[in-house]
């Protein structure tokens, strides 16, 4: 994923936060060499790679005058 973070825009490029297929279809090196795209990095939660048996929250609260 690459952040826009331009001023301008470029023929048939879109001038906002591109997707990885849009990185790979309009060459991610080119992208970044016009200044107008930063790389971003995708984080996850630090708690799910703690804690592989997080579960979610049941649904049912117990609350019986809900």
Do not use: W
Not at 16 to 24: A, K, M
Not at 43 to 59: D, F, G, R, V
Request: aromatic share 6%; proline share 3%; hydrophobic share 35%.
């Amino acid at each position: 994923m690459l952040k826009y973070v331009g001023n301008g825009s470029l023929a048939d490029i879109p001038a906002r936060d591109l997707t990885d297929e849009e990185v790979e279809q309009f060459g991610e090196a080119f992208l970044l060499a016009t200044g107008l795209y930063v790389k971003v990095e995708v984080k996850q939660s630090k708690a799910l790679h703690e804690n592989k048996n997080l579960q979610p929250e049941s649904e049912d609260k117990g609350c019986s005058g809900c």
